[in-house]
């Protein structure tokens, strides 16, 4: 993992895009759900419709290094976990490096070994992300925390249950307090949880091995510490924000798009601000069929953790937004540099600007090919869209960000008729 292999994309634009496309199984629900297994002392989790992402494999080979035996089915989605006999209590940061949520395996390796040790953890690139918060909940259920410059070491000898509170409703800081407090002694109570269909998810899971977790969707989660969890059979849910992305490619290309599997429950706000724009969002049982017969309209828009609008969405409908006919307006509210995509926008012949933390953008424009660059993960699915609509080829450079959250998108957008494809170059050093 110490090598990776830059991925270029070639995007033609000027499809109207149809057909179906099958809604890949939550990336922010199987990371803390494959973490979370680790916390069965014995016998083997079985977990199905796992996502073929790179984030996935990377967590995969984290649980390996701990000590746990891990199987892949890859051609059926499911994976297999025995955490029987944990080795290690050592994040390798050559894995942690490459992904934000190998944070994760904090609880579930600090419960079993009695400590865990960590360097690095990386991910996008999204400005400040502060892990305070999860050290500080560790410490209130009863755990020692230590940091030099180098690392962060946490032992625990014995769970407490506490009064855990979030100064903002972090999605993974709830899941990691969550996960700690399971086999806690006592009762635990989480104030100002997230409330994303992802944390219900994750509960749904720890429940079913035989956690006792309660108040999940009303900000006030209570658990009641049990003795032991057990390995169980699980299905990952779909990922609300690849259905998202597969909408505004819709949208953008006045295309007719039906999403399998998708929830739009799920959608949240981001269901309604895609209605003002004049998308059309029929709900069909588990299908979810996208169509834009008409112009577009613009749209305010501010970012907001669950059910508001997800920032994971912003760099995608600042796209679709440029299309639109008039002035929308996209405030980030959760991630300070999440704006590198207007950069890459502006290259393809956008002319957004940022005032007051605000992205203006001016509509409709006429995109044109350009060579540009996938700064985090939902920027690159930007580009892929700005390029399925631009005027002749457009170039992703660093595009083996968006295999970080996206599986098998190349094929997955090449049969709703999008000319892509992808060009593997040579290996470097990181």
């Not at 035996?69 to 029987?84: F, G, M, N, T």
């Not at 899971?205 to 006030?220: R, Y």
């Not at 969002?281 to 305010?300: F, H, S, Y």
């Amino acid at each position: 993992m110490s090598i990776r292999q830059p991925v270029r994309y070639h995007v033609h634009g000027g499809q109207r895009l149809e057909g179906t496309v099958i809604i890949q199984g939550a990336k922010n629900a199987a990371l803390p759900i494959i973490a979370a297994s680790l916390l069965a002392k014995k016998g083997q989790t079985i977990l199905h419709n796992v996502p073929l992402i790179n984030d996935v494999y990377v967590a995969i080979e984290i649980a390996r290094t701990l000590g746990a035996r891990v199987k892949l089915h890859e051609e059926e989605q499911v994976l297999i976990i025995d955490a029987s006999n944990l080795t290690s209590n050592v994040l390798p940061p050559a894995l942690t490096n490459l992904i934000r949520g190998s944070v994760l395996f904090l609880p579930p390796v600090m419960i079993r070994t009695g400590q865990v040790k960590i360097e690095k953890v990386g991910g996008c690139n999204l400005g400040k992300r502060s892990l305070d918060f999860h050290y500080r909940g560790f410490v209130r259920l009863g755990a020692e925390v230590t940091e030099d410059e180098q690392a962060i070491s946490v032992r625990m000898d014995h769970a407490k249950g506490a009064y855990l509170y979030l100064d903002t409703p972090s999605h993974t800081g709830t899941e990691n307090l969550m996960a700690a407090a399971c086999l806690a002694e006592g009762t635990t109570i989480i104030e100002n949880a997230a409330l994303e269909p992802e944390i219900a998810h994750v509960a749904n899971f720890l429940n079913l091995m035989g956690a006792k977790i309660s108040g999940v969707g009303t900000g006030v989660i209570q658990i009641d510490g049990v003795k032991e969890l057990t390995a169980v059979e699980y299905t990952i849910m779909p990922d609300r924000i690849d259905a998202g992305t597969m909408a505004i490619l819709a949208a953008a290309t006045q295309g007719d798009i039906a999403l399998i599997g998708a929830n739009l429950r799920h959608f949240g706000v981001a269901r309604a601000k895609l209605e003002q724009m004049g998308v059309e969002l029929e709900e069909d049982g588990p299908v979810i069929r996208v169509r834009r017969r008409g112009a577009l309209r613009p749209v305010n828009v501010i970012t907001w953790p669950y059910p508001g609008y997800p920032t994971d969405l912003q760099s995608p409908l600042i796209t679709l937004a440029c299309l639109a006919s008039g002035t929308s307006y996209v405030r980030e509210t959760l991630f300070d540099q999440r704006f590198g995509v207007i950069d890459e926008l502006n290259k393809m012949g956008a002319h957004i600007k940022v005032e007051d933390g605000s992205a203006v953008i001016p509509g409709p424009t006429d995109l044109t090919g350009a060579t540009v660059w996938a700064h985090d993960l939902r920027a690159g699915s930007a580009m892929i869209i700005a390029g399925a609509v631009a005027e002749g080829e457009t170039i992703i450079d660093n595009a083996q960000m968006i295999e970080r959250g996206y599986s098998s998108i190349i094929r997955r957008l090449s049969r709703l008729g999008l000319q892509i494809t992808e060009e593997r170059l040579e290996a470097v050093a990181p």
